[in-house]
């Protein structure tokens, strides 16, 4: 929820700015070069060194990388503000921070779009965006043949916390324990490949009564 409202922040903070640009640019202003200068340097410096301490850790945690957008977006923004007053005195000074503005507010604006949609999937629990069920079924198949994986859900509840509960109809008799030495190696499996560190499979050596690829709720089965 939280990198979420960081998300909206952005885009709403994003579409002000542009408004505001645009008004600039049909009727320009003058800039304050000195003070605008000053307060843009300090500004800078701060920015980037926060956003390099946290660029490192931005694809594990969605609150952080919300937190890496806000202090990349505040960085770019500073330096725009340094060129912006350095060439206040030049007849497109007037121009030139409004354009940027715009520019900046376009990349900013994308990077919040795509931070926006991955929080809303995790809190509705779908699937990750790099995990391809069938993909995940087929290579299954093929690494643990004639094990064949159906009957599936993947989703998602938040920084390394990836779930999966499936059907696995293992192919021939199997004894309890070869049963559990089976599902250990593919639990392995799914954790190195698609980083699935909580998996409930339920083993099947005759034939499932429920074959499809993707788990459906049946009504009259509660």
Known sequence: MAALVNAVTLIAVTVLIAHQAVLRLLHPEPVAQGIMLVVALVALGA?????LLLHQHDKGDVNVRGAFLHMAQDSVASL??????LLARTGVGPYLDSVAALLVGLVVLRSALSLAWQTLST??????GD???????DRVHRAFAPACLHHIHVWELGPSQRLLTAHV??????????????????????QEQWEINHATIEPEVAACPQPELLGRWDKSRV
């Open 80 to 85: 725009t503000v340094v060129v912006a007053a």
């Open 47 to 51: 920015n980037v060194s926060s956003a």
């Open 169 to 190: 109809t293992v192919g021939q008799d199997m004894s309890g324990l070869a049963i559990e030495s089976f599902l250990s190696r593919l639990k392995a499996f799914l």
């Open 123 to 128: 809190i509705l629990e779908g699937v990750p």
């Open 131 to 137: 995990v391809d069920i069938v993909d995940l079924a």
